[in-house]
C-alpha cells in the first residue's frame, strides 16, 4: 500500500513540474519586465533587454560566425568587470556573452540560470585588463520562451 502511495505522489509531482516548465509567459506580465529593466539598469556602462532565442538559432548564428544576440558598443575602449543577467518566463536560461578587445572577441557562456534567483552576476574577470569595445549577450532555452536583460558593469 505504501509503495503505491508513493508512485501516485510521484506522478503528481512529476505532473505539475511538467505543466508549470512548459507554459509560455503572458506576454503583457513579459513587456512589462522589460519594460521595469530597462528602467532599473542605471549605473551600469550599459544595458540590453531582448527575448530569449532558441538553441537552435543561437547555434547558427554561431556556426555562421556572427556574434548572436544584442551587442552594446562602447564609444571608447572601457574595462568591464562584470555583467548582471536576468531572465523572466522560463525556469531557467542559458546566457551567452562575448566581450569584443578591438578586433577580437572573447565568448564566454554561463549555464542554466534560474530565472527566479535573478538577477546572476557573471565575472569577466577572464578578459584580463584588455580595454573592451563591446559586449554581446543572449538569452536562450529550448521554446525560445521568456526575455532576459544584462547590464553591464
Not at 505522489?9 to 509567459?25: H, Q
Not at 548564428?61 to 572601457?78: H, I, K, N
Not at 543572449?138 to 521554446?143: C, M, R
Request: net charge negative; charged share 20%.
Amino acid at each position: 500500500m505504501r509503495a503505491g502511495a508513493a508512485a501516485a505522489a510521484m506522478l503528481v509531482v512529476f505532473t505539475v513540474t511538467a505543466c508549470s516548465a512548459s507554459e509560455p509567459p503572458d506576454d503583457t506580465a513579459m513587456q512589462n519586465w522589460m519594460t521595469q529593466q530597462s528602467r532599473a539598469s542605471d549605473g551600469g556602462l550599459g544595458s540590453m533587454t531582448a527575448m530569449a532565442s532558441t538553441m537552435e538559432a543561437d547555434t547558427a548564428a554561431e556556426r555562421d560566425g556572427e556574434l548572436e544576440g544584442v551587442r552594446l558598443d562602447f564609444t571608447e575602449s572601457l574595462r568591464v568587470a562584470a555583467v548582471e543577467f536576468s531572465c523572466f518566463g522560463s525556469e531557467t536560461m542559458n546566457a551567452r556573452l562575448h566581450v569584443m578587445t578591438g578586433s577580437s572577441h572573447v565568448g564566454l557562456t554561463e549555464e542554466d540560470i534560474r530565472c527566479a534567483d535573478s538577477p546572476v552576476t557573471i565575472d569577466l574577470g577572464s578578459i584580463g585588463e584588455q580595454p573592451a569595445t563591446g559586449v554581446s549577450a543572449d538569452g536562450y532555452n529550448e521554446h525560445g520562451s521568456g526575455a532576459w536583460s544584462v547590464t553591464v558593469r
